[in-house]
């Protein structure tokens, strides 16, 4: 079987979109060897130097010209190609117009709608850039043929606001980005408490509560420890107790072994994100068998279990209540590491890549199988 490959950023570079489009090429490819990547390195990099004005609540990617650029440049390369199914990862500006004679599955974390009036970041966007980007995802679907998102949330609010069959959206969580198993190793039991943030977005990703939550611990426990990989927060620096380790390249080898080594050192992963789709790196988390500290929001509920894998908050849940529930798990030794297992078991079963390439092939069967009413001819991509 020939398969088109097209994602929202490089998939031929591990740090592009956290290393999804790499990560989820390298599984198809797996199964289906005749898999072959349409990139867009041209067209991206036009787009990118034009999404200047996003700042501005235009939203460059979802405009009806850039679409029609994506898809002159993309149709061309699928006729060239000849493929049997074309999979698309979250790139909805480069596929809502292509050709709808291709059989079609489309993956992502959530859909135009569901994204847009729930990050921070979209609240500046235009009414018209939004009416734009809910024309061209409904345009999308139109040509959809099975829809893969990564949680429960994202799926049950596609089928809800866009008004799908629930036969044609499946729940594929995404896995962890890692390129070797790291196994499970228990927790060290000779260590302070040690708590373990990797992320960029400090803000967003919940870092000013982080620090609250670690005050509140050492008020109990006082050698209680803080990492934070990535982000170089200002108001942690020089904090006794508190340690930035900055950007980790895990594709370096000395520099994995670090992140490794850090996993290993710690007890809980805490990322109590405002808005999280999803997040790749609770699934990494539970690579290593750690329970994860999170808030009750997006897609999280699909990854972490609250009480079995982890601790979910409400969203308005103080220091002091985060403090609390991470002290009774980790002062029950016998629960926290059932907790350590479990989060093991939550990603061989479920949080890795080969799962989700399960849930994947058999939607690309589907989407052939469904595809005999399928229209030959492209129709209007949009109003004149």
């Avoid at 989820?24 to 005749?34: G, I, V, Y």
């Avoid at 018209?128 to 139109?142: A, D, F, P, V």
């Avoid at 866009?162 to 959206?169: A, D, F, M, R, W």
């Amino acid at each position: 079987m020939r398969i088109a490959y097209i994602s929202l950023s490089t998939p031929l570079a591990r740090k592009s979109w956290s290393g999804i489009p790499w990560y989820s090429l390298h599984e198809l490819q797996r199964r289906f060897p005749d898999t072959h990547v349409i990139d867009t390195p041209g067209a991206d990099k036009l787009v990118e130097r034009l999404a200047v004005a996003e700042r501005f609540g235009a939203i460059v990617r979802r405009h009806w010209i850039v679409s029609r650029y994506y898809r002159a440049v993309i149709n061309a390369e699928l006729e060239r190609l000849q493929p049997d199914v074309v999979v698309g990862m979250a790139a909805a500006h480069k596929l809502a117009l292509i050709d709808p004679k291709w059989p079609f599955v489309y993956a992502a974390d959530a859909l135009h709608g569901t994204i847009i009036n729930y990050y921070d970041k979209y609240l500046r966007m235009s009414d018209r850039s939004k009416t734009q980007g809910e024309e061209l995802q409904k345009r999308l679907l139109e040509r959809t043929d099975r829809i893969l998102l990564g949680s429960r949330w994202a799926a049950d609010e596609a089928i809800h606001r866009y008004g799908l069959p629930s036969e044609q959206v499946k729940v594929a969580p995404m896995g962890a980005n890692l390129d070797n198993d790291p196994g499970f190793s228990p927790p060290p039991v000779d260590r302070p408490l040690t708590l373990l943030f990797i992320g960029y977005a400090w803000e967003r990703k919940g870092g000013p509560l982080i620090l609250d939550i670690w005050r509140a611990l050492r008020r109990h426990r006082p050698d209680t420890e803080l990492h934070i990989v990535g982000a170089r927060p200002k108001a942690a620096e020089g904090i006794s107790g508190v340690t930035i380790h900055g950007l980790i390249n895990k594709t370096d080898p000395v520099e994995y072994r670090r992140f490794v080594d850090l996993y290993r050192q710690s007890h809980f992963f805490i990322m109590p994100s405002r808005q999280e789709a999803y997040g790749i790196v609770y699934c990494e988390a539970a690579a290593f068998g750690r329970p994860v500290i999170a808030k009750l929001t997006g897609g999280i509920e699909t990854i972490v279990e609250d009480g079995r894998t982890g601790l979910l908050f409400p969203t308005q849940a103080t220091p002091e209540e985060y403090a609390e529930r991470i002290l009774t798990l980790w002062n029950d030794p016998e629960r926290y590491q059932a907790a350590c297992r479990d989060a093991r078991d939550a990603y061989e079963a479920r949080l890795n890549w080969r799962s989700w390439g399960d849930v994947a092939e058999h939607a690309i069967n589907d989407a052939l199988a469904c595809n005999g009413g399928r229209v030959d001819s492209a129709q209007s991509d949009a109003p004149a």
